[in-house]
Structures are given as C-alpha cells and as structure tokens.
C-alpha cells in the first residue's frame, strides 16, 4: 500500500512537498517513482530514484525545479516541488517500481499509490 499527502493550493512561484509511505507488501528495495495527471491528459513521467537513492531520473519539464529522495529507513519517498508553475497543476501519484533501478515508464511500476492534488494558481 502506498499513501501520498502533501499536495494543496499554493502560488506560482511557491514549493511543495510531497511524501510518499509504503507499507504491506510493496517492496522496500525497489525504485520508486512520481507521476502526475492533469485532466484531459495522460499520466506523465516526472521523477524517479533507484533503491540505493544513487540514480535519479527527472522529466524535462521539471529538471532543476523538482528533487526527488527517499529514506528506506522509514520506507517513504519524497517529492520537493519548488518554482511551481500553473502547468504543475495535476494529481501527483507515487509508484513502485518492478525493479531496483527505476524507469520513466508507467508499465516499470506495479504498485500505486491513491494520488495527492496540486494546484498552482494564484
């Protein structure tokens, strides 16, 4: 099970951050990763983080604004979002994923979390 919080309304210009706790059955050695859905689109690639916290991956749109982290100790990943813009608005869900290594695939995850809202306006 994976539960994500941290979303809400923030200004453009401002940060977030977005947590993300595993428990149960999903695997704690695995990758995980944070994907993002804005209505009327496709779920979007933005973040992801090997098992070892060594490799990170980000998409275009979100390089040097994003940084993603986990801590295995507390089996939770973090999502720091600063520099929001209005186009950051979506549902941010966090996954695991299939391996150690992480992916930019949606099919590289099999476990998801329920999805925290942001919103960027002002």
């Known amino acids: 099970q994976l539960q994500a919080s941290g979303g809400g309304l923030v200004q453009p210009g401002g940060s977030l951050r977005l947590s993300c706790a595993a428990s149960?059955?999903?695997?704690?050695?695995?990758?995980m990763g944070w994907f993002r859905q804005a209505p009327g689109k496709e779920r979007e690639f933005v973040a992801a983080?090997?098992?070892?916290?060594?490799?990170?991956y980000y998409a275009d749109s979100v390089k040097g604004r994003f940084t993603i982290s986990r801590d295995n100790a507390k089996n939770t990943a973090y999502l720091q979002m600063n520099s929001l813009k209005p186009e950051d608005t979506a549902n941010y869900y966090c996954?695991?994923?299939?391996?150690?290594?992480?992916?930019?695939?949606?099919?590289?995850?099999?476990?998801w979390g329920q999805g925290t809202q942001v919103t960027v306006s002002s």
């Open positions: 983080i090997s098992w070892n916290s060594v490799s990170t």
């Open positions: 996954a695991v994923a299939r391996s150690p290594y992480g992916s930019t695939l949606a099919g590289g995850y099999n476990y």
């Open positions: 149960g059955r999903t695997p704690s050695n695995n990758a």
